[in-house]
């Protein structure tokens, strides 16, 4: 079965999508988001959803970790939607968001969850075809950055 990913929009994360990503993350994770943590942050920073149809696929967010640096604090893409090039679509948008702001994103992507999630394995790939650099890398972390100018 061919899944048609045509009809992909990423639009303004707002309050009202709060719930339908915290079950599709929970529902792929086995794990809770914050509801007040995601409120606050969507508000003041970057934050982009991704609808096929009615259906939420994905979602993106960002916290400020400096004056002009953003963090890529959550993004994640429902895994028969993956290596479709949607995260790479999410993460370009999100990107020109933040450039009206910010002068760089860094992100943490860790396996400190691994016990919920099976599957979760490094995005290195992901990350560095999107032009981000590998800056540190510990045992169970690998901390990425991309400069927005």
């Keep these: 079965m061919s899944l048609n990913t045509n009809k992909i929009q990423i ?3 707002k309050e009202k999508h709060i719930p339908s990503v915290i079950s599709l993350f929970k529902t ?3 794990r809770e988001l914050s509801y007040e943590r995601m409120d606050r942050l969507i508000i003041k ?3 982009l959803v991704v609808f096929r149809g009615n259906e939420l696929v994905g979602f993106a967010y960002t916290n400020r ?3 002009d640096i953003l963090e890529l604090y959550n993004i994640f893409i429902s895994p028969e939607l993956r ?3 949607i995260g790479s679509k999410l993460l370009i948008k999100l990107e020109e968001e933040a ?3 910010y002068k760089g994103i860094i992100l943490v992507n860790s396996l400190l969850y691994k016990e919920s999630d099976i599957n979760k394995k490094y995005a290195t790939t992901f990350y560095l075809k999107n032009e981000y ?3 540190s890398e510990t045992e169970f ?3 990425f950055f991309k400069n927005l100018l």
Aim: glycine share 0%; net charge positive; no cysteine.
């Design 65 to 67: 970790f400096a004056p």
């Design 83 to 85: 290596k479709k090039e």
């Design 28 to 30: 792929n994770n086995n």
């Design 45 to 47: 920073y970057p934050a």
């Design 141 to 143: 972390s690998k901390v």
């Design 11 to 13: 639009l303004k994360f």
């Design 99 to 101: 450039k009206k702001k």
């Design 133 to 135: 650099r590998m800056i």
